[in-house]
């Protein structure tokens, strides 16, 4: 299970009928300690405008596509103390689906939407109902075609990671990051394409990755890496006030 989520329920009409969710104001409390969060490849032309796109090495081996959401662990500079994104900047798929993830109905025989039961929106009596009338709702099929459309773009992300890693472009980066209010900080544990390594790609290269779209993803990539300072900046006004 996703550290994300707490109590994991599989949604059955049977057992749920009367099951209806809200969304409360202070939805994104969760994500308030989330400086890193995993990111599609459809989502990096929205994303590099606010994030810096990194890769980060799991405990699996693999690269895996993140966007930078702070620059201390445990602190997203996207999330105020009421709970609440930042209005007017992206906000990434792995936590728009909260407190929903797609998983396999109990006799594991098809995909299902589950929900977090923690999540405090979870209501009997009032928001969006999950069922009616024995079927699920138009609120709950779309829920079910988001996850499921989610579902495929992490499992092509992860191949344009993997291909950037079998090609060698990959490599660790440490991030200096200049502090007004103190030294400067380094952050370590992040990958980033190696210039020289893309610059020097064969003509049979990348004209590959020019077809299957990986450059675009690439130059978004490098040029998130701009946002970093501004991640910086935005760490320093939350110190102030």
């Not at 693999?62 to 900047?89: C, H, I, K």
């Not at 490599?171 to 900080?185: A, C, F, R």
């Not at 990986?214 to 935005?234: D, T």
């Amino acid at each position: 299970m996703s550290a994300l989520y707490s109590n994991l329920l599989t949604l059955n009409v049977d057992q749920h009928p009367d099951l209806k969710i809200k969304t409360l104001d202070d939805h994104f409390a969760f994500a308030r300690s989330m400086h890193v969060m995993p990111l599609s490849i459809s989502e990096f032309g929205a994303a590099a405008g606010h994030y810096p796109i990194v890769f980060v090495q799991g405990a699996d081996q693999l690269f895996y596509a993140m966007a930078l959401t702070g620059l201390e662990p445990d602190s997203n500079l996207f999330v105020d103390n009421a709970g609440r994104w930042e209005a007017e900047t992206y906000v990434p798929a792995f936590v728009r689906r909260y407190p929903f993830m797609l998983g396999t109905s109990d006799d594991g025989q098809a995909l299902a939407v589950q929900v977090d039961v923690d999540y405090a929106g979870l209501r009997h009596a009032e928001g969006v109902a999950c069922f009616e009338d024995g079927e699920a709702t138009e609120y709950l099929q779309q829920v079910m075609s988001f996850l499921r459309a989610y579902q495929n773009e992490m499992a092509a992300t992860q191949q344009f990671v993997n291909r950037l890693h079998q090609l060698g472009l990959l490599v660790p980066q440490q991030i200096t990051v200049s502090d007004e209010l103190g030294p400067d900080k380094t952050l370590g544990g992040f990958w980033v394409v190696d210039d020289k390594v893309y610059n020097d790609l064969d003509d049979q290269r990348v004209v590959e990755m020019f077809h299957n779209g990986f450059l675009r993803l690439i130059e978004q990539h490098k040029l998130s890496l701009n946002r970093i300072q501004s991640l910086a900046r935005r760490a320093e006004r939350r110190l102030q006030h």
